[in-house]
């Protein structure tokens, strides 16, 4: 299965963010979860859940009562995923007019900036071995 097919929506990563920071969890726990940022109902969990099993965004473990779900996609995969269709979207495939947008936008602190400098260093470094 493609990505693409099974690109999850904003409602399911945040559900998958509760599988990716707790590993497997059972329905109940992933609505309690999200139930600490927004109010959504149990049966809502369970409906979006049972399309991410069907999309393949989830395993469902049946053996016991309780069903228990986990992540069947990484964490780094999916936003790196994301991030590119993003950036090929929305800025015709550049990272630097990404990144200039989100420093335009956004007031960093010494402590960001010294990490951006310290990453394209990093990356520096890496396309002189390369």
Known sequence: MSFKANKPTESELEILQVLWDNGASSVRFVNEKLNEVKEQGYTTTLKLMQIMNDKGLTVRDTSK????YSANVTEGETKGSLL??????????????????????HNATAEELQEIKSLIE??????KTS
């Open 65 to 68: 009562r309780t069903h228990i």
């Open 84 to 105: 590119q269709n993003f950036i090929n979207a929305t800025f015709k495939g550049s990272a630097s007019h990404l990144v200039m947008q989100a420093l335009g936008n």
């Open 122 to 127: 990093e990356l520096e470094k890496q396309n």
